[in-house]
């Protein structure tokens, strides 16, 4: 008798890549002198995914966790923005992983990150595991260079999904290159993440990675080295994002400012970014529109605490992002913006509401 494949339900966007429960440091200081910690989850896919369900998108995130509390916590928690994790796998065998980190921003000399990841649920994902009718069920699928840390089935997985193949969905890749992750292997990882990136659709990776990875410098460079991706989006801190978007007469270069923000805490931003990009995308907006959404997206995860944050409602975001560029440029985003437009200012006639 043949087996009988129920079909996966098609959504926007598939997110791949591990989420782990985060401890987050009651307080600053040494992991060592901190009392105690606050119970959270992190992971740059899963992030993708809750910030672009809670834009009105619809989204699938698929990952492999242990059977145990940590497991279920994830799976509810990003349900709870209203994420499918219908795909996500339990392992009976390898825990959930977990990680501790201190309250200060991750660049800092004094920043300490503490992963208990080493033989979790989600480093036994490989080729077929999860299937490819699961992966391929968006029209997008983000990935990360996270991912392909984790493991050489891990890594076999991401070569096999940005590899080309017809019927393939529009493949989304964030390099984020965690030199920790790579650390037994010196210099593969930038190397296996420049592999990964040119066999992707769109690119996110920041000018500071670029330059830590492959010793590139500038957002031309990055692309010299990176000519492949249809999209190529390198993020510049404070001074914006330059995207790259190939067509038949070359690229068209666009560099859009970064908006003026007071950071609550720098964690998340940049898959939040991701989000609002893609979130753009999907819309089929100008490729400034994208950005912006991006960065506004990013303001809303740097103004409050953790990698989460309630995006601003699509009319608000939609109304920002038309704005000219002057009134652009005066924006000042601090917390509960999203809340509320008064509490953005400097456009405020233009943004308030009728």
Same mark, same amino acid.
């Given at each position: 008798? #043949?087996?009988?494949? #129920?079909?996966?339900?098609?959504?926007?966007?598939?997110?791949?890549?591990?989420?782990?429960?985060?401890?987050?440091?009651?307080?600053?200081?040494?992991?060592?002198?901190?009392?105690?910690?606050?119970?959270?989850?992190?992971?740059?896919?899963?992030?993708?995914?809750?910030?672009?369900?809670?834009?009105?998108?619809?989204?699938?995130?698929?990952?492999?966790?242990?059977?145990?509390?940590?497991?279920?916590?994830?799976?509810?928690?990003?349900?709870?923005?209203?994420?499918?994790?219908?795909?996500?796998?339990?392992?009976?065998?390898?825990?959930t992983g977990v990680y501790?980190?201190?309250?200060?921003?991750?660049?800092?000399?004094?920043?300490?990150?503490?992963?208990?990841?080493?033989?979790?649920?989600?480093?036994?994902?490989?080729?077929?595991?999860?299937?490819?009718?699961?992966?391929?069920?968006?029209?997008?699928?983000?990935?990360?260079?996270?991912?392909?840390?984790?493991?050489?089935?891990?890594?076999?997985?991401?070569?096999?999904?940005?590899?080309p193949a017809p019927g393939?969905?529009?493949?989304?890749?964030?390099?984020?290159?965690?030199?920790?992750?790579?650390?037994?292997?010196?210099?593969?990882?930038?190397?296996?993440?420049?592999?990964?990136?040119?066999?992707?659709?769109?690119?996110?990776?920041?000018?500071?990675?670029?330059?830590?990875?492959?010793?590139?410098?500038?957002?031309?460079?990055?692309?010299?080295?990176?000519?492949?991706?249809?999209?190529?989006?390198?993020?510049?801190?404070?001074?914006?994002?330059?995207?790259?978007?190939?067509?038949?007469?070359?690229?068209?270069?666009?560099?859009?400012?970064?908006?003026?923000?007071?950071?609550?805490?720098?964690?998340?931003?940049?898959?939040?970014?991701?989000?609002?990009?893609?979130?753009?995308?999907?819309?089929?907006?100008?490729?400034r529109d994208r950005v912006?959404?991006?960065?506004?997206?990013?303001?809303?995860?740097?103004?409050?605490?953790?990698?989460?944050?309630?995006?601003?409602?699509?009319?608000?975001?939609?109304?920002?992002?038309?704005?000219?560029?002057?009134?652009?440029?005066?924006?000042?985003?601090?917390?509960?913006?999203?809340?509320?437009?008064?509490?953005?200012?400097?456009?405020?006639?233009?943004?308030?509401?009728?």
């Amino acid at each position: 008798m #043949t087996a009988q494949h #129920t079909p996966v339900p098609p959504v926007d966007v598939v997110c791949l890549g591990e989420s782990m429960v985060t401890f987050l440091p009651s307080r600053p200081g040494r992991l060592a002198d901190v009392p105690s910690f606050d119970r959270g989850i992190g992971g740059a896919e899963s992030n993708v995914a809750c910030a672009l369900a809670a834009a009105g998108h619809s989204t699938r995130w698929i990952s492999r966790v242990g059977a145990d509390g940590f497991g279920d916590h994830l799976t509810e928690t990003v349900g709870a923005y209203g994420v499918d994790t219908s795909a996500v796998q339990r392992d009976p065998d390898r825990p959930t992983g977990v990680y501790f980190r201190t309250a200060d921003d991750r660049d800092a000399d004094h920043h300490e990150v503490v992963y208990y990841r080493a033989g979790s649920a989600a480093s036994a994902m490989a080729p077929g595991v999860p299937a490819r009718a699961e992966l391929w069920s968006g029209q997008v699928l983000h990935l990360s260079g996270i991912t392909a840390a984790l493991s050489p089935g891990c890594l076999a997985l991401m070569r096999g999904l940005t590899a080309p193949a017809p019927g393939r969905p529009l493949v989304s890749f964030d390099v984020n290159f965690r030199p920790g992750l790579w650390r037994d292997a010196a210099g593969t990882g930038p190397r296996v993440l420049l592999e990964l990136a040119r066999g992707a659709d769109v690119v996110f990776v920041g000018e500071d990675e670029a330059e830590a990875a492959w010793d590139v410098r500038g957002a031309a460079a990055v692309r010299a080295a990176l000519p492949q991706p249809a999209v190529l989006v390198v993020k510049r801190g404070a001074a914006g994002a330059t995207v790259f978007a190939g067509g038949p007469q070359g690229d068209t270069v666009t560099t859009v400012p970064a908006l003026r923000v007071d950071v609550v805490a720098p964690v998340g931003a940049g898959d939040a970014f991701a989000a609002g990009f893609l979130s753009g995308t999907l819309r089929g907006l100008p490729v400034r529109d994208r950005v912006r959404h991006g960065h506004l997206m990013a303001a809303a995860a740097l103004t409050v605490h953790g990698d989460l944050a309630d995006p601003p409602s699509r009319e608000l975001a939609d109304r920002l992002t038309a704005l000219d560029d002057t009134a652009w440029g005066t924006l000042r985003i601090g917390p509960g913006w999203t809340e509320t437009v008064s509490d953005v200012t400097g456009a405020e006639e233009e943004v308030r509401t009728p």
